[in-house]
């Protein structure tokens, strides 16, 4: 049976044909959709963790229990899950692990670029990487075969290209007469005191050498001569744009991209007249083949930055005045349309989101806001624009206490972190710890909106709700902060404006450590009872005086319209209103109110 | 069956369908026998920004980015977010847009005037183009909703593929409930 399946769709896909057993993930763009199709296979116990650490931990037991697992992330939550990654290294494993790491290459959605292929050669874990959706299904199988077969995880690389890209898949049915997992003893294997670990790392070199070695044969190492006088070698979806653009050029597609297949390469150059190297983001192939001795070009003409698309390769090709002769595609059939610039279209908060009316009143009082990753990151944009600081998950509570700790006593009242529910459960709550044990006198306020929205509404540890949509404990966001030491916990209704200004009034001037928690859910939040719609709201024109206030908030249901009344009019637009209420309190001449 | 690569853009605002248009796009081209990639991002561009959908078939297909300049198809959902995405069409490339205009924030907040004339400027750099009444023929249809349907149906037309995989793959993305309406629209938009 054939289906269109997204990359992510295909691993899911792959790790059920695979009989993978346990599968655990933080969401994060592009990889969320793995474990949100998994869940589809009840054979996969497949669940959310608080953040990519303890999901690749999870992965690891079920691992040492014999169970085959996967485990998802996007390129910075590998950061996250460094620390038992480098270590799962030495160990090894005793079911299959394959780790997905999702880079993003031009951060379509992402604080950095980071090429994690860079992992794959400093945790000595090889690494695979598929150039289509077919690719993703069968390369997570393999994936968890040599991890068994070389007793070591293994990661599968998408960039989001591959990750978000549909393409046609062929479906197997899954596997049978896997081991069955149980507790099997193998503590020196396992338990990684010097003198064990000792022992593992030489198993961690000759691992690596002997498949180095096997790379040269592996089928999905592809050597494809074509026209000899020009050779690239390229892996994942470059390897489609290079196929593309220059059809007729030999290629060496590479599926496993760490550890590198030398003779191969070797083979390879020695065939064809120039070799060039097409892969995004760092020089990752092209040093290691450099250091060989092998002339190959590449980074000197192709951009270290950003994805690379069919026409960048094309261009960068151009500008070198070296297309290949035999390219049937010509860079002067770029066409150019005449254009005059126009409106950007940035994303912005939704109608009715909780996070709006806090930005408002932070942007008020002038606050220097220390920010963190989500939706509420969009409180940077104009015309909210209260946000100073946002480096990654969790940073913003650190972050805050190292501000505090710089600047004078009267300055430190300015700061305030700003952090999301399940940010603060990813990585935040140490953070807090951090400041009110070391008595940082700053303000933090978790943004709870009782969903990991950002990613496209996932459950978390504060949702009360599992992967599987089962209710479970929910954590209490009030009780974790006062267990913590904190002495001031207050929770406020951030869709009322005066409430949440006194209540960042009063926080911001008390030199202590204190915690504002709001309570209002996520528009998007899908589970009936949670978030619920108010009357809708209108303008009346014959009171609104064209004062403009009700735009500083940046909703997208209101709408400035310059050519009505006097000096212009507001108007509420009633399919996107969500009577949220905050847009009436800043209208000092009672214009807005309950529509008729 | 061509065999040249077909290429198609759709292009709009976040939350507007797009995605479920190109899924169904996607779908009857693997039904009528073709390869089929298709590309998009999701996650930021979401929450109201602009959003491109590339959806490419053909007997076999490389890059499932549509190549600049090459696009045989601009699939709009708005008539600003069209006009942005006019350089990814060839010379000769054909327009189906949605009569649509929505604000982004800067003209919400009056700091910048929706661009007028659209249309017409389009039309002067593209003659194949299609201006479509998506929400009145939706409501003619019998839902407000299925305007997105409407488009597709309109987009059918200027492709060579057979109309019975058009209804299955309707059949197949959209609820059943919603059936008899979409399969109307889809009509509508095929007649225009």
Redesign the interface.
Known sequence: MREILSGNEAIARGAYEAGVKVASAYPGTPSTEILENIIQYKEIDSSWAPNEKVALEVGIGASFAGARALVAMKHVGVNVAADPLFTLSYTGVKGGLVLVTADDPEMHSSQNEQDNRNYAKFAKVPMLEPADSQECKEFTRLGLELSEEYDTPVFLRTTTRISHSKSVVQLAEPVTGLPVPALVKNAAKQVMLPSNARVRHPLVEDRMLRLAEAANSMAINRLELRDTRVGIITSGVCYHYVREVFPDVSTLKLGLVHPLPMDLIRRFAAAVDRLFIVEELDPFFEEQIKAQGIAVSGKDFISLCGELTPERILTAFAGQGIIPESTTVQAATLTQVAQESLPGRPPNMCPGCPHRGVFYVLNRLKAYVTGDIGCYTLGFLPPLSAMETCVCMGASIGNASGVVKAVSEEERKKVVAVIGDSTFCHTGINGLMDMVYNKVPATVVILDNRITAMTGRQDNPASGHTLSNEATYRVDLAELCRVLGVQHVRVVNPFDLEETEKALREEMERPETSVIITDKPCVLVKRTGVFLRGPLYAVDPEKCTGCRACLKIGCPAIQWLPDEGVRGLSYIDPTLCTGCDVCRQLCKFSAIGRAK | MSERVINILLVG??GQGILLAS?IL??TF?LAGY????????????????VVSHVRYGRE?????V????GDILFGFEL??T??Y??L???GGSVVVNDLEI????????K????QGLAEKIRA?FPDFLLVDGQGLAREAGNLRAANTVLLGAVSRRLDIAGEYWLQALEKMVPAKALDVNRKAFQLGREL
């Open positions: 605002v976040g899924e996607s779908e693997m390869d089929v990639k298709k590309s998009e991002i999701h996650g930021m561009s979401q929450r109201g920004g602009s297909v490389f890059s499932p980015l190549p600049e300049g090459e600003m977010e006009y942005r006019l350089p069409l060839k010379k604000a982004p924030s800067s003209v919400l907040m009056g910048e005037a929706y661009p750099q």
